[in-house]
């Protein structure tokens, strides 16, 4: 069973259009997270949330809005979308925030292309 | 302004023969990093950490890293490296407490093995 499952893979889609992204962990953690990768692969964090709360928001645009109906899954809806969202998104997930235990486990990614 | 820094974009080395990725960091405090490797088109895979304790730190895949106070690094090495190695490796490093802490990670350096 795939650990931290993400779908869809792959979204193209237009510019103004809304989309989600959908995210799943198995393992029991308690804390999930979204990332951007950028076209030179550079990472950053989103969001984290844990047992369902919104911990951190990276100053992102208000386009995007994370959901996370229970602890094992964290979605990702994106409203109006824009040509500069394109990028991969992951999802994570920890045991939980300390570093002594706070390694991550990634899903596989969504590629999102805007047109 | 806490950060982490790979210098190197891309790392060549011969199959069989030792490799270093290199990686700097900047915090406020003790620092706690990590190493994670991204397989092309997939998900990071963490490979090892720096809590405490041992400066020489090892992990998966036969992988150690090396934390040095003094000079603020923590590179990654292999004794020999194989063509299965070859891959973007990620530097990160966690900033903040509780549960507000985050990783940032670095540009990211690919390591390119040849037989």
């Known amino acids: 069973d795939t650990a931290v499952s993400q779908t869809p893979k792959y979204l193209v889609t237009q510019m103004g259009n809304d989309k989600s992204i959908k995210c799943e962990q198995n393992l029991g953690h308690d804390t999930m997270y979204w990332y951007k990768q950028d076209s030179k692969k550079f990472l950053k964090i989103m969001f984290s949330?844990?047992?369902?709360?919104?911990?951190i928001n990276e100053t992102v645009p208000n386009r995007f809005s994370p959901k996370s109906p229970d602890k094992a899954h964290l979605n990702l809806h994106i409203n109006s979308l824009e040509l500069g969202d394109s990028a991969v998104y992951f999802c994570?997930?920890?045991?939980?925030?300390?570093?002594?235990?706070?390694?991550?486990?990634f899903g596989p990614g969504t590629r999102l292309t805007v047109t | 302004a806490q950060s982490v820094a790979q210098p190197e974009d891309q790392v060549n080395v011969a199959e069989g023969n030792p490799l270093t990725v290199k990686c700097t960091y900047s915090v406020s405090g003790n620092p706690y990093l990590f190493w994670y490797v991204q397989y092309p088109n997939r998900g990071l895979q963490f490979l090892l950490k720096?809590?405490?304790?041992?400066?020489l730190v090892k992990g998966s895949y036969g992988f150690e890293a090396e934390f040095n106070k003094s000079q603020t690094s923590f590179h990654l090495k292999k004794p020999s490296a194989l063509v299965s190695d070859s891959a973007l490796y990620f530097c990160a490093v966690r900033v903040g407490s509780g549960n507000t802490g985050k990783l940032i990670f670095g540009q990211g350096t690919t390591l390119q093995v040849k037989p």
């Open positions: 949330y844990n047992n369902k709360e919104l911990i």
């Open positions: 720096y809590i405490t304790g041992d400066n």
């Open positions: 994570a997930s920890s045991q939980d925030w300390s570093p002594a235990t706070g390694e991550q486990y």
